[in-house]
């Protein structure tokens, strides 16, 4: 039994996707959030300036007795991970191959797509790593640059004509190619899964890079005897590198709960 956190971090509320998952497969866990709110979005970073940022929002993390952490941003993890991996000692979960496990086991066509950042996108790793699973898939990159800033400012609601037109501009070219399971590479683009479904159709399946990566947290945890009490409920603490206002009141609606005054502004730099 370890009752140490996780902690967990993304360039801003995209993480928030994982969060929620966690919650739901690993309630007991204590969880510490970062989110890099001043520099998001990452997609549009070199990889230098990406690796550099990881460091960072890991050196913070390990400020805190941390037993685990998760990485929930898909360019972190397409572009830094390995690095991460080699430069700590303690266990360091990416989104990208659990996320291609399970698009390979949804696929029926095996035409799978993938929506990412530009960094993402750029890296190959979701392409891959999909290739290196299954030789024979076919696989459909996207970049998709506009959807972070625009869910950082809270355009992710069904109904929200600047969003669905981006959507729609940026989706309807990939669904044409036939593909019946989509990757949503970058953990903000789950708050978007109305809005996707709605252009992409009920004959495409999605798959939550958030979600999967929580999953195999938890096999990892398992696996190393680092699981927590079962019977006791976790906690989240919230940090930020920019104004908390901003991530509260977007991070309520998504959670479903009140975190006002609850998540603290840090100094990034510093670390």
Do not use: W
């Not at 866990?29 to 970073?45: K, M, S």
């Not at 019977?231 to 590198?241: C, H």
């Not at 502004?265 to 670390?271: G, V």
């Amino acid at each position: 039994m370890d009752m140490r956190p996780i902690g967990v971090f993304d360039s801003g509320l995209g993480g928030l996707t994982a969060v929620r998952s966690l919650r739901q497969i690993l309630p007991e866990e204590d969880l510490i959030y970062f989110g890099d709110t001043a520099r998001v979005p990452y997609g549009g970073r070199s990889k230098e300036t990406l690796l550099k940022y990881a460091r960072q929002d890991v050196r913070f993390l390990r400020s805190f007795d941390l037993k685990a952490i998760l990485i929930a941003c898909g360019t972190v993890s397409t572009t830094s991970l390995d690095t991460l991996q080699r430069e700590n000692d303690l266990p360091i979960v990416g989104v990208v191959e659990p996320t291609c496990r399970r698009a390979l086991l949804v696929t029926k066509n095996k035409k799978v797509g993938m929506i990412a950042t530009l960094a993402s996108v750029r890296s190959g790793a979701y392409e891959a790593t999909l290739r290196r699973l299954d030789p024979e898939v076919e696989v459909q990159c996207l970049p998709c640059p506009l959807f972070v800033p625009l869910v950082e400012n809270g355009r992710f609601r069904p109904g929200d004509v600047v969003i669905e037109t981006v959507a729609r501009e940026y989706l309807e070219p990939l669904k044409a190619t036939g593909i019946d399971t989509l990757i949503l590479g970058c953990t903000h683009y789950p708050l978007l899964t109305d809005i996707i479904s709605a252009v992409m159709g009920p004959e495409v399946t999605l798959v939550s890079a958030g979600e999967e990566s929580a999953f195999e947290l938890k096999r990892m945890l398992k696996a190393n005897g680092l699981r927590t009490d079962e019977s006791r409920r976790g906690e989240a603490e919230f940090y930020v590198s920019d104004r908390p206002e901003d991530f509260e009141r977007i991070a309520s609606v998504f959670l479903q709960e009140d975190l006002r005054h609850t998540a603290r502004r840090i100094d990034i730099d510093q670390y």
